[in-house]
Structure formats: C-alpha cells, structure tokens
C-alpha cells in the first residue's frame, strides 16, 4: 500500500512539475512578443516622426512666400515639442 502511495506522489509531482514548466514556457513567449511589440511601436513612432517632419518641411517649401533656401532639417525645439505631441499647431 505503501509503494501505491509513494508513486502516486511521484506521479503528482511530475503532473505538477510538467504544468509549472508549461506556465514557464507560456510566461516566457507572452515577455517576447511584449519586447517585439515595443520595439515595433518604437520603430513606428519614429517613422510616423519622421513623416511627420518631412510633410512640416514640404509644406513650408510650397508656400509662396517661401525662400529659395534649402530648409535645414534639424528639429527646432517647437518641432521637438510637436513630435512629443505638443500642440499640433505650428509657431
């Protein structure tokens, strides 16, 4: 009687041991797509950014009172503050 309780312990162990390792693996997939999906919301916030940048430049060289200097493309703190999501108006 003795050994049926000793394996049945042994068997609870190892059904205890198989989902704990199960939850672990599980654990571990749902951290990686977290990091992966950070990173992809970085990379699209910088590029919607850097649109954003590009069609604040366009539209500055199309209107007429526009210089036929190039624009420089350094951010301007107002610019900064508008990709930050500031006011989205421009100065």
């Known amino acids: ?11 609870g162990i190892a059904v205890a ?8 693996r599980r654990l571990s997939l749902l951290d990686e797509r977290n990091a992966l999906a950070y ?6 916030a910088q590029t919607l950014a850097s649109l954003r940048f590009q069609v604040w430049m ?3 060289s199309l209107r007429p009172d526009a210089t036929s200097q ?6 301007t703190p107002s ?6 999501g500031g006011p989205h108006q421009r100065p």
């Not at 190039?70 to 951010?75: A, C, D, F, M, W």
């Not at 610019?79 to 930050?84: E, G, K, P, V």
Request: glycine residues 2%.
């Open 79 to 84: 610019y900064a503050s508008y990709c930050a």
């Open 58 to 60: 366009l539209d500055d």
């Open 17 to 24: 041991k198989l989902r704990s390792d199960s939850e672990a």
């Open 39 to 44: 990173e992809l919301h970085d990379s699209l």
């Open 1 to 11: 009687m003795e050994l049926l309780f000793s394996v049945g312990r042994h068997l």
């Open 70 to 75: 190039i624009p420089s493309t350094r951010p």
